[in-house]
Antibody, heavy 120, light 110 residues
């Protein structure tokens, strides 16, 4: 069965960086993109971007351009999302999800979420 | 402020039919397909409807989606207590070149 298992919760200080991992299993990793979506406490969903696990092409949300980098390691079927220059409003649960690409907005499997807390 | 507009709340009694609306523009719903997600308390979102009106395997046919112009709707018939959750619409936006979500609708089963 398809599973996306994310790394554990993180606590970071403002200005630091965080890197969240998402290990996929149960399907051919390079056949699908991986998207990242975050959810601030008590708030809605925010799309962060996606990466093609086939060729590494990326598309990031405009508001995060320059601060976010998404990568994949096909040898371990793992996707990574790094967010730099963290601010308090980056505090959120970060989800990876299978799917993504231009004109694609449906993500059929999701990770369990990783809570990132940014606090001094 | 979300690009797609949803009512913040909706409610119904068991067995009732409820609908949740999602309003957008020509750059998102008007030119791309709409997807709906269900998020139960404390859990990750789950894909409920894709491509406007398609249900993934395992989603009951009590859930249905529709789209007209720059708006979309999610209908839930035969409401059950386990349907109490947050519901989000999503679509690709040509102007932003990314996915946009609605602000979410909290469904309460009375």
């Amino acid at each position: 069965q398809v599973q996306l298992v994310q790394s554990g919760a993180e606590v970071k200080k403002p200005g630091a960086s965080v890197k969240v991992s998402c290990k996929a299993s149960g399907y051919t990793f390079t056949s699908y993109g991986i998207s990242w979506v975050r959810q601030a406490p008590g708030q809605g969903l925010e799309w962060m971007g996606w990466i093609s696990a086939y060729n590494g092409n990326t598309n990031y949300a405009q508001k995060l351009q320059g601060r976010v980098t998404m990568t994949t390691d096909t040898s371990t079927s793992t996707a990574y999302m790094e967010l730099r220059s963290l601010r308090s409003d980056d505090t959120a649960v970060y989800y990876c999800a299978r799917g993504g690409g231009d004109y694609v907005g449906d993500f059929d499997y999701w990770g369990q979420g990783t809570l990132v807390t940014v606090s001094s | 402020q979300s690009v797609l507009t949803q009512p913040p709340s909706a409610s119904g009694t068991p067995g009732q039919r409820v609908t949740i609306s999602c309003s957008g523009s020509s750059s998102n719903i008007g030119s791309n397909t709409v997807n709906w997600y269900q998020q139960l308390p404390g859990t990750a979102p789950k894909l409920l409807i894709y491509s406007n009106n398609q249900r993934p395997s395992g989603v009951p046919d009590r859930f249905s989606g529709s789209k007209s112009g720059t708006s979309a709707s999610l209908a839930i018939s035969g409401l059950q207590s386990e349907d109490e959750a947050d519901y989000y619409c999503a679509a690709w936006d040509d102007s932003l070149h990314g996915v946009v979500f609605g602000g979410g609708t909290k469904l309460t089963v009375l």
